[in-house]
């Protein structure tokens, strides 16, 4: 068994992993950032970088060089419900550099973060390397192990961060269940070309059902609702129902819809929203989707593991530079900085937009908007305000601590 030796094991590199292996290893913490996967190729993960997140990166000085990579710009999000168009949510007044939501796939985030991550001497990220097993001593977690392509290997650390997602292996050998909220919806996913000149709200909810579509340049990205459980009932109606479920969510798409020929081509996603009571024990910490997987309203996930990872940094770092154990009351002020915006964020997510969500497979025609809606329409400034919750989030984390 190889045994590697460091201040900090990060398990999982995604958005929140990677984010706070990066600021730990600058602020000259050393940081091992273990990653079951080869690579961050995975199709249909959260795509959205926020303002809150654009932000950060131009606190660390990477902005023009991140806007080079290949993005398309949302400065609002508009609705149509049965038929009415609104804006429901206006990031262009947002006090931040870039007021605008740049939808990026995920891979090409983390790249760019594993990239500049690799400039600090402290880090080091190794791909193929599953973490299977948390290491404890004394009542204390010391470190993992993990199946690497060159064998096994047992990583010792002062601090092991747990940010494996929503599925969370270090969650489970921690003994830990988190509190589970109702889903208020499942999600399926599927692509359908773009052509010049289409133009599709990003949100409609009327005849058809529910459907979210993200405009990736050559085609758009479709997040379609349905009532939790109802999928087996989706594919034994058959395909062409679904051709026309789509068709009619969105007519100027009903000529291609036939291209999802084979329901290999449509992902179905479980909605999961569930919070840990408690983020820690001694020697570990939970973040990102390990500490609280949001539902999908808002494409706030990527966002919230991200700030819970500068959170981390802020508090954190300098009690990891100091050397030694990391104490629980340590550990508490990140769950104490960071639980209270997942937690407003998931009420947002289930209890306010309630109304939104698909209630009826067979009648999900949606013929008016929630009284709400009215509102929105007449009040830019509620308009304003929703941007600034979605764009921001409730506790906007910044980059407080300089390059060591
Ligand atoms: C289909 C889909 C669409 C989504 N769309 C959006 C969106 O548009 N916007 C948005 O903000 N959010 C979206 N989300 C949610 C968002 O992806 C998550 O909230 C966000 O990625 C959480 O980041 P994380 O780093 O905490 O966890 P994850 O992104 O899940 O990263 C966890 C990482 O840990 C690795 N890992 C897991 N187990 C182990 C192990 N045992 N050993 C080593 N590595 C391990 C995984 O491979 C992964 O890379 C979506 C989620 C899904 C599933």
Redesign the pocket.
Known sequence: MRVERTRCCV???????MMAGLLLARQGCEVIV????ADFLRD?????VHPSTLELIAELGWIEEFLQLPHAKMREVTVSIGGRQITFADFRRLPARCPYIAFMPQWDFLDFLANKAAGYAGFRLMRD???TELIAEGGRTVGVR?TTTQGPLEVRADLVIA????HS?AREQAGLEPARSAPPMDVL?FRLPRRQGDQVPFFQNGRGGVLISIDRGDYFQHAYAIPVGDYPKLREAGLPAFHERIGAAAPALADRVTLIDDWEKVHD?TVRVDRLSRWHRPGLLFI???AHA?A?AG?????L?VQDAVATANLLAPVLRRGGEVSENELAKVQARREWPAKVTQAFQVRVLRGLYPKDLIDDTADHAPLVFDAFRALPPLRHAMGRFIGLGARPEHITQPLA
Not at 11 to 17: R, S
Not at 34 to 37: C, I, M, Q, Y
Not at 163 to 166: E, F, Q, Y
């Open positions: 398990v999982g590199g995604g958005p929140a992993g273990l990653e079951k996967h249909f993960r959260g795509d959205t390397a599953r973490m993990a940010a494996d997602g929503r292996t996913w996603l990102g989707d390990a949001m999908p494409g706030v996930g990527i966002n593991a």
